[in-house]
């Protein structure tokens, strides 16, 4: 079985998109690697106010990422919304995908009912696992246009 475990935090990384986005790109940078040894794969869904991450892999792997995680001084109030075990990875081939909140994406926010702000402490985990999979269809997907234009 694959242990899976969904948290959501705030996100302390201050100014604006352009700073968020480099902060980000450090964060995702270094979950590859660490999660790429540790067997853990995931997505991690962002804005300006929350981070809403998924982590899946080995028991003690998921739980060791997050508590390294919740320590981290860019985001607090780290609050886990569940942990279950599941019969298989739901995204093998992120050993971290992460999707910011752009006009880009709004179609898949409006295509899961939020055209408003996200508030993932009244969402279910489920709600949340079902949108990641859709931000990474659409990530995936603009990534193979990418390269076919290429
Ligand atoms: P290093 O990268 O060498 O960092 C050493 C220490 O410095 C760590 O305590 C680190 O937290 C801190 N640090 C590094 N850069 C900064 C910075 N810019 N500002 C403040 N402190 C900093 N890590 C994973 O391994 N997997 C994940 O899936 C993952 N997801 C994350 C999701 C979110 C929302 C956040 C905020 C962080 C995430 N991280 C993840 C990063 C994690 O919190 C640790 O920073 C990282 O795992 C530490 O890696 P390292 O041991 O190689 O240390």
């Not at 899961?112 to 969402?123: A, E, Q, T, Y």
Request: charged content about 25%; overall charge positive.
């Amino acid at each position: 079985m694959i242990h899976q475990l969904v948290y959501y935090s705030r996100n302390t990384v201050p100014g604006g998109d352009r700073a968020m986005l480099t902060n980000m790109r450090e964060i995702l940078t270094v979950s590859q690697r660490n999660n790429s040894r540790d067997g853990v794969t995931g997505f991690l869904i962002f804005d300006k106010t929350w981070f809403v991450q998924i982590l899946e892999g080995e028991r003690v792997r998921v739980t060791g990422t997050y508590d390294r995680i919740a320590r981290d001084p860019r985001h607090i109030g780290a609050a886990v919304i569940d942990v279950r075990d599941v019969p298989a990875r739901l995204f093998p081939n992120w050993t971290m995908g992460g999707a910011m909140r752009t006009p880009e994406v709004q179609e898949v926010y409006l295509q899961h009912g939020f055209g408003g702000p996200l508030d993932p402490v009244r969402l279910k985990s489920g709600q949340i696992v079902d949108l990641a999979l859709d931000l990474q269809a659409f990530e995936a997907s603009r990534r193979q246009g990418q390269r076919l234009a290429g």
